[in-house]
């Protein structure tokens, strides 16, 4: 990793949830950072390696909490939509379904994220 990415993937590391590339702009500008596009070249490696997942929904970033996440070009999140609470998992029985159906329909799928939006057990109150 370069500088820049190691920087970013601490900052992504050491967040609570996700962030936004300003968000992570603003964190590192005492690093050297001036620039979106620093932030965004180095995120743009990390996601290449499998070391940071973009959740789409929120257009920002999250270190992936899986190793080897890489490796099955897949990746899941359930997102609160009270707190921001962000668990990443790996629904085999999902991914399986999507792999069938891609196999079967001749698509070349390159990756996949799915994003499941709805209210963690914290915030539903369910124990």
């Known amino acids: 990793m370069t500088k820049n990415q190691k920087l970013v993937f601490g900052s992504l590391s050491g967040a609570g949830g996700p962030l936004t590339a300003y968000a992570i702009l603003d964190l ?72 069938a159906w891609t196999r079967d329909e001749g698509f070349h799928l390159s990756r996949t994220t799915i994003e499941l939006r709805g209210t963690c057990r914290t915030c539903a109150g369910v124990s």
């Open 28 to 99: 590192l500008r005492d690093s050297g950072f001036r620039a979106p596009l620093q932030v965004y070249r180095a995120l743009d490696k990390l996601v290449e390696y499998g070391l940071v997942h973009r959740l789409e929904s929120l257009n920002a970033f999250v270190a992936c909490s899986h190793k080897g996440c890489s490796g099955h070009g897949t990746a899941a999140f359930a997102i609160c939509e009270k707190c921001g609470l962000v668990s990443e998992f790996t629904p085999d029985k999902a991914i399986e379904a999507l792999r």
